[in-house]
């Protein structure tokens, strides 16, 4: 069997791929979402393309948020951590919600908050899959290097 090809990836090409990917599936969830919820409106695929790039730069900016916050709040109590992580969780939803009423006004409606709860928990979902099944390309287990043979000095 060939041994597999060794491809070094840049950081910027890691991120650009990353972003890609993700603005992609958030497009196709949210156009689901548009076909199969009555709740969700997006006017047309180019805003929705649009509406995925602001989905991502928003979950990203939450999900740091939440990280930093559960962080500081944890080093004081675990309990403290945690209910500020989900005091973040609940109100990010909120913020989604108004950040992309000021930006698109009428040309997108999100619904309501249980609404935007079950989208971005299907947007996350989604991604999670795509990065496992994009993992799961890679080589898993890297040749070992051959034995060394035994020295003929004994």
């Keep these: 069997m060939a041994e597999p090809k060794t491809v070094l990836v840049t950081t910027a090409q890691e991120r650009f791929t990353s972003w890609t990917s993700d603005v992609l599936v958030y497009t196709v969830v949210l156009n689901l979402f548009v076909e199969y919820a009555d709740a969700i409106v997006i006017d047309s695929f180019t805003i929705s393309l649009f509406t995925a790039a602001v989905l991502k730069v928003l979950l990203d900016l939450l999900t740091l948020a939440e990280h930093r916050v559960s962080h500081f709040f944890g ?80």
């Design 75 to 154: 080093k004081f109590n675990k309990v403290l951590g945690f209910l500020s992580m989900w005091a973040v969780l609940f109100l990010s939803k909120f913020v989604i919600l108004e950040v992309i009423d000021v930006i698109f006004g009428d040309h997108v409606s999100l619904g309501k908050f249980l609404d935007v709860v079950l989208l971005v928990l299907s947007l996350m979902i989604v991604r999670a899959l795509v990065d496992k099944a994009y993992d799961s390309l890679g080589v898993e287990d890297q040749p070992e290097p051959a034995a060394a043979e035994p020295s003929p000095e004994g």
